[in-house]
Each structure stands twice: as C-alpha cells, then as structure tokens.
C-alpha cells in the first residue's frame, strides 16, 4: 500500500524531473543534487508509492505503468501549485474591484476623506471605500471580524492581533465666529472661560480635555452645548457666541467653508496622535499594504 504521508514536495518535484528527463544523471543536474542523493530519493519515492517508477532497459529508464499515469496528474498538481500558492497573483490598483471598508469618526472623515477619494479615482478607479462608524471600545474586533480592513483613530488600543502606525500629530485650536467679541479682547484664559463653549462628542458627560486642563489650574468652563458629531458644530459656533476647541486639521479644513476664526487655546494642551490600525492577519496581504501606503500619502500632503 502506498504511503503517502511520508512524501515531501521536493521529492516529488524530483520525480517529475526524472519522468521528463528519463535520465537520473541530468535530472540530478536540473535539480542540483548529487547523483546519490538522487538514487537515495528515487528509492524512498518507491517504497512510499508501493512501485519501482522507472526501470532500467538497455542504457536508458522508461517509466512503469504506473509511472506512466501519474506523470500527468503530477504535472499538472505541482504546476497549479506553483501557480496558485507560491506565486501570489501581483495586486493592480488600476484594476481592483475590491470594496474596503474603513472605521473611523466623522472628525477623520471629514480631514481625510476628500483628499484620499481624488487620489484613489486617479489610481484605482473601480475600487470602492466605504467609511463605516468606528468602534473606539471594539476596534479588535471590528479589525479582526472583517468588519473594517483598516481603522484611523486617536484611541489608543495595545490588543495583540492589532499593527498600528502613526499617521501624523496635531494640535488643539478653538474656532469662534468671525465677530465674536472675544477676539476684540486680549484672549487670555479668563475671557476664554467668560463665553459658552460647545463639545463634541457621546455619551452624557460634559467634560472634556479642555474641562481636565482649565481644573488643573483652578479654572472651569461652562459647557452650555454638546453635539454627537463634529460635523455639526461650525454651523452652531458661526450663529452663536459659543467656543469650540478641536483638532487643528479639521478646524483648517472647515474654516474656508465657515464664517469663523480660529485662535490658538490659552491653555496648554498635549497634541494628539492619529494612527491607523489593522489586523495582523492582513500584515502582507497586497491590497491592504498599498491602501495603508495610500493613507499615509494623503495625510501627509495634507498635514
């Protein structure tokens, strides 16, 4: 009975050689083995396959019958092998269909999203990126469930099967509307804390980095308005006298678009750092790798 658990891919790419060559000499040479090397492989293919394979007749080998039947099947098994598992179809942007889905906040969309669409028309023009709403307490699983291939946050996650990368650092500016009386003022920290402001973001607490920031140093504001998206605050801030204080990027991208102005905060706050994540698993695949390169190459030009 054949035993083919005991053989090895080398093994039987040598066999083919040695059906192709009938020769154990040249099919050495081709395989770059020694010739004893060869007669010793040949004899463990012939006890695992229960069949002598080739015979000597005269100064050549011919193949046994059931030589003879595998030598076809065997062919074509280890060229679709080569072809299908060793040699990785090469990604083409220019023709992808592929459709990625990307996590992330409104606040990055809005940044980000412009400027990576009208890059990715010119180089992949079939392809399909669909923003989904990020999961800050959930990105592993959002990563790792294929739900998103890619997620571009601020939140900090060290979960083993996420890879991560800075995408850029920013700073903190506020924004008001362009005939606020606070910029008639000297803008120090305590005509910053005199007006509303306005936060952006979930859930029912009303504090943020700035409230953090303001009662280190004995100070509190009056949060007298919150939105659950950023999107929403700029028409606020331009019809009222609130204050808003948020990424510069976004601030910038919004302010041509606004009747407002925007201030560096009297108060110190620490930058922020925007990284995409992705799952382990998509480490070397082509597609995801070039998506990532192309992000970078957005947020860069427009940092």
Not at 50 to 56: A, M, Q, T
Request: hydrophobic share 40%; charged share 25%.
């Amino acid at each position: 009975m054949s035993n083919i658990s005991d053989v090895e891919l080398n093994q039987l790419r040598l066999l083919q050689i040695i059906f192709e060559t009938k020769n154990l000499t040249r099919a050495g040479e081709r395989a770059g083995l020694t010739q004893s090397a060869v007669s010793h492989t040949l004899k463990k293919l012939r006890h695992s396959l229960n069949d002598s394979l080739v015979i000597r007749q005269g100064n050549q080998l011919v193949l046994t019958p059931r030589a003879e039947s595998l030598q076809a099947p065997l062919n074509r098994w280890l060229n679709d092998f080569e072809r299908n598992i060793l040699n990785q179809e090469e990604f083409s942007p220019e023709n992808t269909q592929r459709t990625f889905f990307i996590a992330t906040s409104d606040l990055v969309e809005q940044s980000i999203a412009p400027a990576l669409i009208s890059l990715l028309q010119k180089e992949a023009p079939k392809i399909q990126i669909i923003f989904i709403k990020l999961d800050k307490r959930s990105i592993a699983s959002q990563l790792e469930s294929g739900e998103a291939d890619l997620s571009i946050s601020v939140a900090e996650s060290t979960h083993p099967s996420l890879m991560v990368k800075t995408l850029y650092r920013d700073d903190f500016v506020s924004v008001v509307r362009k005939e606020h009386p606070f910029l008639k003022t000297n803008k120090d920290i305590y005509n910053f804390c005199r007006y509303p402001h306005i936060l952006a973001g979930t859930g029912r607490d009303n504090r943020g980095m700035v409230d953090e920031a303001l009662e280190n140093i004995g100070l509190s504001r009056n949060v007298q308005f919150k939105v659950a998206n950023f999107l929403s605050a700029p028409y606020i801030v331009e019809r009222s006298d609130a204050i808003l204080t948020a990424p510069k990027k976004f601030i910038k991208s919004i302010n041509p678009k606004f009747n407002v102005a925007y201030f560096t905060p009297p108060i110190d706050l620490p930058q922020y750092s925007m990284k995409t994540y992705w799952n382990l698993k998509n480490k070397d695949d082509q597609a995801n790798c070039w998506l990532r390169e192309k992000i970078v190459e957005v947020t860069r030009i427009e940092a």
